[in-house]
């Protein structure tokens, strides 16, 4: 069966500091990958997505980065966190283009910049 | 773009209650359409979908009914129970119309079930 792993659970970081979260997927091959980020009373907002190794689209510009370095592997980044980066930020897959059968969530990360 | 809209929470209900949390969409297609449930701390789980008009999903007792005529997808059940309380999103995923392969969210609606 296909599972999903997101890292870590929680993280409070200063100011300034960089941020590396990881997702995983396990059992699927090519799958398309994900980032949202759902901010304290509102709904959730697509940062990145890959359709594949190397192929990342950004839907807002941002502090942060994506990169895709394996097949199942989808990494956030940034160089200097802000404050307005808090957030509970969710990585996602899909097996199917249309997106038909929906996704499977990772159980997220919560990010608190102090 | 496209676009999702849900009612405003928090929704509060006795158990045992109906419930009735609304959703439309703005969309040049022919989406598929979804219900999505976040309880607390966690991610989010598919709770229903649709992919054609008049197409009902159902699960856990919720169902939910595609309505192209009034472009909405909202969510029912019969009678709440306290586990339902959690956050509902409505989501929608056009890629044939738009080439974005990524599901469009609403912003959630809270729900809040009192014994």
């Known amino acids: 069966s296909q599972t999903i792993h997101q890292w870590p659970a929680t993280l409070v970081q200063p100011v300034g500091s960089p941020l590396s979260l990881e997702c995983t997927v396990e059992?699927?091959?090519?799958?398309?990958l994900y980032w949202y980020r759902q901010a304290a009373g509102r709904g959730l907002q697509l940062l990145f997505y890959?359709?594949?190794?190397?192929?990342i689209s950004s839907e807002v510009p941002q502090n942060l980065s994506a990169s895709r370095p394996q097949d199942r592997q989808f990494i956030l980044s940034s160089k200097k966190l802000l404050l307005s980066d808090s957030g509970f930020y969710l990585c996602a897959w899909s097996a199917e283009m249309t997106g038909g059968k929906g996704y499977t969530f990772g159980s997220g990360t919560r990010l608190t910049v102090v | 773009g496209n676009s999702v809209t849900q009612m405003e929470g928090p929704v509060t209900l006795s158990e045992e209650a109906f419930l009735t949390i609304n959703c439309t969409y703005t969309?040049?297609?022919?989406?598929?359409l979804f219900w999505y449930v976040q309880y607390p701390g966690e991610g989010l789980q598919l709770l229903l979908k649709?992919?054609?008009?008049?197409d009902k999903g159902s699960n856990k007792g919720f169902e939910a009914t595609y309505r192209k005529e009034t472009t909405s997808f909202h969510l029912e059940k019969g009678s709440v129970q306290v586990s339902d309380s959690a956050v509902y999103f409505c989501a929608l995923s056009d890629l044939r119309n738009t080439g974005r392969r990524a599901l469009t969210f609403g912003s959630g609606t809270r729900l809040q079930v009192q014994p």
């Open positions: 890959s359709v594949g190794i190397g192929q």
């Open positions: 059992g699927t091959s090519n799958p398309n």
């Open positions: 969309a040049t297609g022919y989406p598929s």
């Open positions: 649709a992919t054609k008009a008049d």
